[in-house]
């Protein structure tokens, strides 16, 4: 049971690895699996802070949204190779975590949702604002960001092994914290945070580091969504992706870190598929959320490895 | 500024304010009576706008339009919480976000599915239209004097309703312990719905009363939401006083924000930047608020539920 | 005579017109079981919340081993020293028996910042943990979810989690509540054993367990400590039988 439900992330990204040798290498398969392992690293992130930390933010796209912004200002700014951007952009979204986290993390239950979500609307209003950078339309980034002066990023099958690898590490780097000395106190704090302070530690300094590292993931994701896309708008960061984001999480399973993959991988394949059929593919997505969240308690991860007891 | 447009501005954001309040008022009841986070309260304002001009249109007069439009907001309300709602109020907070999340997008592209997705425009009613000296050579119109009225009116209403009845100290007892009220042997599941019925038709009734002041379209109600959120935030889950010198604040800072803010920078950058700059910290100023206010005070202005 | 290790003077705390604590000051020895006992509500769970921290009081002074920590958050007070229990059961329901008490060790022993390792592959944290669940009779429970524990077992776990932080005082908040006969008997024995080692201050509400455990009582009825002495002291106290033994509460 323990090691079937080991193999069933590996074999998600086996899949994945294996996906464009098989045959899935058009254009637009390789688009969408790269929108799939990007807005998965985000889920998975965020599945660490709302599974492992308990810590349910509704303005963890802003995370998202500021790696992604940094890649576009720095590229205005002829600042273009990864081995720059990429710590900066991590920077950036850590810093930013760490200033709204400090603020937000005194506050627990749905005032934690509303100010996180408060938050990142401070984000999207600034990044509306930015008219050097197209204001609300957004900026084109003209080239993708360079790997040690080659153009490495822009060969398809380079970036989808990047992408990849960055959510298997991604994944792998959330459950070893989760698993630390640093990640049992989360877990435990989560659960009943008054214990925590019975043995004698105060949770918030650990939520916050865990809520920094989170925006971190969250910041990674961004520059990788910056280049998938070529194109960044503060549509990036509207609570409206928020939602989705914790939609991906709770789609697949909380409380496990996989199952954020799971629900990032069926999210996007439903709303492609759903758009292919009508323009207002809203209209069945609404519903279908509001199902899924009322039928599958555990998440579709708890349907492929049902928990025992 | 003259001290005229400074009037006029006051006036403009305690109108958004009341606005603000009627959206806020039953997602705090809501909210504080049944713990129960319901994103999708946004869209009852926008369906109360839409029902309000469509019906207007139909009947021809816009007081029939408002007339129609809050029982079928009413009506409205309670579809959905039979359909939807009454099977969270016993989930975690994330489920419902997700599952009213959903009502959001539901209803968003329904409106665009049923009246297209280009702005309606309401008249003004010719009974409310014109305007009045307020100050000398300053007219202001009358249909957004009416809207204050109407909202302060309500807003007493619900007063009397909440502090003076006994479904009201029902509701506040519901607030303050829910448990308690179900061992009294109220029957907590039709006073839920009451409440959520109230609470849709309240939205709904503002956004009626929007209609003729701001384009009706679709996702207007998301930015009331979250500004309903803040305001509810600020004042204190479940208080529906909190809620209402909260909405009002609201309402002040981000209309005054958003016409003073420029001119404040321009204090210290020049035109254009100022104009920008001004224009994003203007649009920021409520969270801004909301996050200092949150920060000293973690459970609001006036926390109803003690620890 | 020897310094107290724990001195209450003359805490006060009221909840709107209620005083709850009404100007107590109280004595710990070191070594000894100081029991308070009291019928509900006369704020011994108050008086216990104040020490810890969980409720500051509006004045007065609690001194832990010479040093005022009145102000001192909650977490360093229990890094100073003083553990806990609470009245109602309070575990890690999802955690094994064994990692609610590696928790409370790895609190104490080293940094919990570390990221790399996996915390139940720590070897050392493990045995210290496994040795105070046997100190308990826990030990052939480890592995065993504290949510699917018996309720007089989470009472145990619970003061395991106490113990492992190395006090130098327990606070013990009804550590019989609740448990049936059986257990109540396992529990007077795990006290007995615990009385060798600790100092502990016991709010408890079965009197048998009390006299046969304390050293010194302390009364205490509507916030005020009305009497303190020997067991056989609080049991000839006029005051004492009429205020609080003569009533059926116990
Ligand atoms: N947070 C609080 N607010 C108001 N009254 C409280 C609060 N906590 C305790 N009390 C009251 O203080 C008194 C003492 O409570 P407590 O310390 O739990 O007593 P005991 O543990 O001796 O039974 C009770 O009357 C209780 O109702
Ligand atoms: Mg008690």
């Known amino acids: 049971m323990r090691l079937r439900e080991a193999w069933l992330p590996l074999l998600l990204l086996a899949a994945l690895g294996i996906a464009p040798l098989a045959g899935f290498a058009a254009s637009y398969e390789m688009t969408l699996m790269a929108r799939m392992m990007i807005l998965a690293m985000a889920a998975v992130s965020l599945s660490f802070l709302v599974g492992g930390a308990g810590l349910a933010s509704l303005g963890h796209a802003a995370c998202l949204g500021v790696g992604a912004y940094a890649v576009v200002i720095l590229d205005a700014h002829g600042i273009t190779d990864a081995l720059r951007v990429l710590p900066a952009a991590i920077g950036a979204a850590s810093a930013f975590a760490l200033l709204t986290g400090a603020i937000a993390i005194r506050t627990s239950g749905v005032h934690f949702i509303m100010i996180t979500l408060a938050f990142g609307q401070m984000a999207f209003f600034t990044a509306a604002s930015l008219s050097a950078y197209g204001g609300d339309d957004g900026t084109t980034l003209y080239s993708r960001t360079e790997l040690a002066g080659t153009r490495l990023l822009e060969n398809r099958l380079v970036f989808h092994y990047i992408c990849l690898g960055a959510l298997a590490l991604t994944w792998a780097a959330c459950a070893m914290l989760l698993a630390s000395r640093f990640g049992r106190v989360l877990r435990a704090a989560r659960e009943n945070a008054q214990r925590v302070e019975a043995v004698g530690l105060a949770p918030y300094p650990f939520r916050l580091v865990g809520y920094v590292i989170a925006g971190g993931f969250g910041g990674v994701a961004g520059f990788l969504l910056a280049n998938a896309t070529e194109f960044v708008s503060p549509a990036i960061l509207s609570w409206q992706r928020s939602g989705e984001l914790l939609f991906m999480v709770i789609l697949g399973g909380v409380g496990r870190l996989w199952g954020a993959i799971l629900g990032a991988l069926v999210f996007v394949l439903l709303e492609t598929w759903l758009a292919e059929l009508t323009p207002h593919w809203k209209i069945i997505f609404g519903p279908l959320l509001v199902v899924s969240v009322l039928l599958l308690r555990g998440g579709l991860s708890s349907l492929v490895a049902p928990r025992h007891g | ?307 | 005579m020897a310094e107290p290790l724990l001195r209450l003077a003359d805490l006060r705390k009221h909840y709107g017109g209620l005083a709850v604590t009404d100007g107590v000051s109280l004595d710990v020895m070191p070594g000894e079981i100081h029991a308070v006992i009291g019928p509900n509500g006369a704020g011994k769970t108050t008086l216990i919340h104040e020490i810890t921290g969980l409720v500051a009081p509006d004045s007065g002074q609690v001194v832990f081993a010479g040093r005022d920590i009145t102000r001192l958050s909650r977490p360093a007070r229990v890094r100073a020293g003083l553990a806990r229990t609470f009245q109602i059961t309070n575990v890690v329901a999802g955690f094994s028996a064994l990692e609610n008490v590696a928790l409370a060790a790895q609190a104490r022993v080293g940094s919990s910042f570390r990221f790399f390792r996996a915390a139940t592959s720590e070897v050392a944290l493990n045995e210290a943990a496994l040795a105070v669940l046997a100190e308990v009779g826990l030990a052939d429970r480890a592995t065993v979810l504290a949510g699917a524990l018996s309720h007089g077992e989470k009472r145990a776990l619970e003061m395991a989690a106490a113990l492992a932080t190395r006090p130098r005082l327990l606070l013990l908040d009804e550590p019989l509540a609740g448990a049936g006969p059986e257990e109540t008997a396992r529990l007077i024995a795990l006290l007995t054993r615990l009385k060798a080692a600790y100092t502990i201050l016991l709010v408890e509400h079965d009197m048998q367990a009390v006299f046969a455990l304390a050293d010194r009582i302390s009364v205490l009825v509507y916030g005020r400590i009305i009497a303190t002495g020997t067991v056989a002291e609080i049991r000839g106290n006029a005051e004492v039988r009429a205020a609080y033994l003569g009533e059926d509460d116990a």
Request: avoid cysteine.
């Open chain 2, 1 to 307: 500024m003259t001290a005229q447009l400074l009037l006029v501005q006051v006036l403009n954001g305690l109108q958004l304010g009341i606005l603000l309040f009627l959206v806020a008022a039953g997602l705090t009841l809501v909210f504080g009576v049944m713990d129960f986070i319901n994103l999708a309260h946004g869209v009852q304002y926008m369906l109360g706008a839409y029902l309000g001009a469509w019906l207007a249109a139909a009947a021809g007069s816009f007081w029939w339009g408002l007339l129609l439009a809050l029982p079928a907001a009413l009506a409205a309300g309670l579809v959905l919480e039979v359909l939807v709602f009454r099977h969270l109020y016993a989930r975690d907070h994330l489920s419902q976000v997700l599952a009213t999340f959903g009502v959001i997008l539901f209803l968003n592209e329904g409106v665009k599915l049923l009246w297209g997705a280009s702005p309606l425009q309401v008249p003004i009613p010719p009974l409310l239209a014109g305007g009045i000296e307020i100050m000398p050579g300053l007219q202001y119109p009358i249909y957004r004097i009416a809207v204050l009225a109407a909202g302060i009116a309500t807003a007493g209403g619900l007063w009397f309703l909440v502090d003076r009845t006994r479904a009201g100290m029902l509701v506040r007892a519901g607030a303050t312990n829910a448990a308690m009220v179900s061992a009294l042997g109220v029957d907590i599941g039709r006073l839920f719905t009451m409440v959520f019925a109230f609470g849709a038709m309240l939205a709904g009734f503002a956004g009626v009363l929007a209609g003729p002041i701001f384009s009706v379209e679709p996702g207007m109600g998301d930015n009331v939401l979250i500004l309903a959120f803040v305001v509810i935030v600020i004042g204190g889950i479940g208080s529906i006083r909190g809620a209402f010198l909260a909405a009002l604040l609201v309402g002040l800072i981000d209309t005054l924000g958003k016409s003073l803010m420029p001119d404040v920078m321009r204090l210290f950058l020049d035109a254009s930047p100022a104009r920008q700059t001004g224009a994003a910290l203007a649009s920021m100023l409520v969270y801004i608020a909301m996050a200092a206010i949150l920060a000293f005070r973690p459970a609001g202005l006036f926390p109803v539920r003690a620890g």
